[in-house]
Every structure is written in structure tokens, then in C-alpha cells.
């Protein structure tokens, strides 16, 4: 069983930057890739960003590139979401995933709502 906690998230004008982490414990062990999923009003999900374990080598959908970063600290098993030069269209509830490599499992956090708005 893994257990994901989300922080950050709130509103934020357009162009302004917010940054959410994401905690997880419990059951953990192996390789295994973390990431951030968005899932606007009457839209489906979708992956933001998502960063390996055992690599740096991050990958980013089309829409954020150049403006978020994804990084991570193994040895606190958190990672964060540094979004910069954020639009409106950004705004979404944002969901961290936590997917093993070596075992069928994965979990999701409860989600941390973005608004980008003036």
C-alpha cells in the first residue's frame, strides 16, 4: 500500500507560479516513476509531468513545457511541481501518481486545486 499527501495549489494570477509537492509513504521500495496529472471541469486526465526514480530524465506534456518543472528527492520520496508563467488554461485539479515498476501497484493523491485567474 503507498499513501500520497499533495501540498501547494491555491489561486494565482495569470503568469504568476505556484508549487506543489507530493509526500509518499508506506510500501515502498524498487523502481518506480512519480508524476502529476491535471484534470480540468468536464475534461479528462492527463499527464502533466512525470520523473523515474532511478533517473533525472523528465517528461513533460507539450502544453507545459518550458514552463513547469518536475524534480524529485528520493531520499524524502517527495516530488514537487514548479509551475511558472501559469495560464488560465492551467487551471485544473492536480493529482500526484505514484506507479511502481516491479510490483502492480499505484496510487493516487486526493488532488490539489489550481485557479489561475485575475
Known amino acids: 500500500q503507498v499513501h500520497l499527501v499533495e501540498s501547494g495549489g491555491g489561486l494565482v494570477q495569470p503568469g504568476g507560479s505556484l508549487r506543489l509537492s507530493c509526500t509518499a509513504s508506506?510500501?515502498?521500495?524498487?523502481?518506480?516513476?512519480m508524476g502529476w496529472f491535471r484534470q480540468a471541469p468536464g475534461k479528462g486526465r492527463e499527464l502533466v509531468a512525470s520523473?523515474?526514480?532511478?533517473?533525472?530524465?523528465?517528461n513533460y506534456a507539450d502544453s507545459v513545457k518550458g514552463r513547469f518543472t518536475i524534480s524529485r528527492d528520493n531520499f524524502k520520496n517527495t516530488i514537487f511541481l514548479q509551475m511558472d508563467s501559469l495560464k488560465p488554461e492551467d487551471t485544473a485539479t492536480y493529482y500526484c501518481?505514484?506507479?511502481?515498476?516491479?510490483?502492480?501497484?499505484?496510487?493516487w493523491g486526493q488532488g490539489a486545486l489550481v485557479t489561475v485567474s485575475s
Open positions: 520523473i523515474p526514480s532511478y533517473s533525472e530524465t523528465a
Open positions: 508506506g510500501s515502498l521500495f524498487g523502481f518506480n516513476v
Open positions: 501518481n505514484y506507479k511502481s515498476q516491479q510490483r502492480p501497484l499505484e496510487a
